[in-house]
């Protein structure tokens, strides 16, 4: 069992940064993959970054360059730094865990556990 829970959400101006933290319990050598996704009112979600057992990220291109997922030592926290935020970045973002490596820990078909969300406002 994997517990998530999203933290860092807010509201910031275009060009800023915020960093997300997953507080992953239950993770730590499970072989759990950690995806951040998020999503709009209306959209599909969709996968932003991801990291696996192996310490593998990967990043959707829309955010690739400007996000860095990371985790500490224990694994039982992911964190997603976004700088250089942008308005169609405002989303509520979610971390899953699921079994999986490399890019398919971006596919939110193999989350088998969810957090609450954070929203991440961006203004122009």
């Known amino acids: 069992q994997v517990h998530l829970e999203e933290s860092g959400g807010g509201s910031v101006e275009s060009g800023g940064s915020l960093r997300l933290s997953c507080d992953a319990s239950g993770r730590s050598n499970s072989g759990y993959c950690i995806g951040w996704f998020r999503q709009i009112p209306g959209k599909e979600r969709e996968g932003v970054a991801s990291?696996?057992?192996?310490?593998?990220?990967t990043y959707a291109h829309s955010v690739k360059g400007r996000f860095t997922i990371s985790q500490d030592n224990a694994e039982d926290t992911v964190y997603l730094q976004m700088n250089n935020l942008k308005p169609e970045d405002t989303a509520t973002y979610y971390c899953g865990a699921g079994r999986g490596l490399g890019s398919r820990c971006l596919y939110d078909y193999i989350i088998d556990y969810w957090g609450k969300g954070a929203m991440v406002t961006v203004s122009s």
């Open positions: 990291i696996d057992r192996r310490g593998t990220t």
